[in-house]
């Protein structure tokens, strides 16, 4: 299975900006990568998706707020949050979805945003 190791992330004020990158073990070319958000006691929700020839999918409430972009050839993927509301603190975690379908999962991070 894929390891995955995300950086970035922590506190910002409301209106700032974060950006969140997860890099993995081995080849992300033909994989699906993504974002999902989880707060306390609360399932964990698809925030953002980029699939292998590069289209994306957004949640809707951060559609026009956060952008997820990846660089294959560091195997990297990146999640860029602006214009950042209370609302979208979480533990964010990147998944890895291979041709199999198999999901790897990396360590979360934590987001918080508040004044």
């Not at 533990?91 to 790897?104: G, R």
Request: proline share 3%; hydrophobic share 35%.
């Amino acid at each position: 299975q894929v390891q995955l190791v995300e950086s970035g992330g922590g506190l910002v004020h409301p209106g700032g900006s974060l950006r969140l990158s997860c890099a993995a073990s081995d080849s992300i070319d033909i994989a699906s990568m993504g974002w999902y958000g989880q707060a306390p006691g609360k399932e964990r929700d698809l925030i953002a998706r980029i699939f292998n020839r590069g289209s994306t999918w957004y949640e809707d409430s951060v559609k026009g707020r956060f952008t997820i972009s990846r660089e294959n050839g560091k195997n990297t993927v990146y999640l860029q949050m602006d214009s950042l509301k209370p609302e979208d603190t979480d533990v964010y975690y990147c998944v890895l979805v291979d041709e199999a379908a198999q999901m790897s999962w990396g360590q979360g991070r934590q987001v918080t945003v508040s004044a």
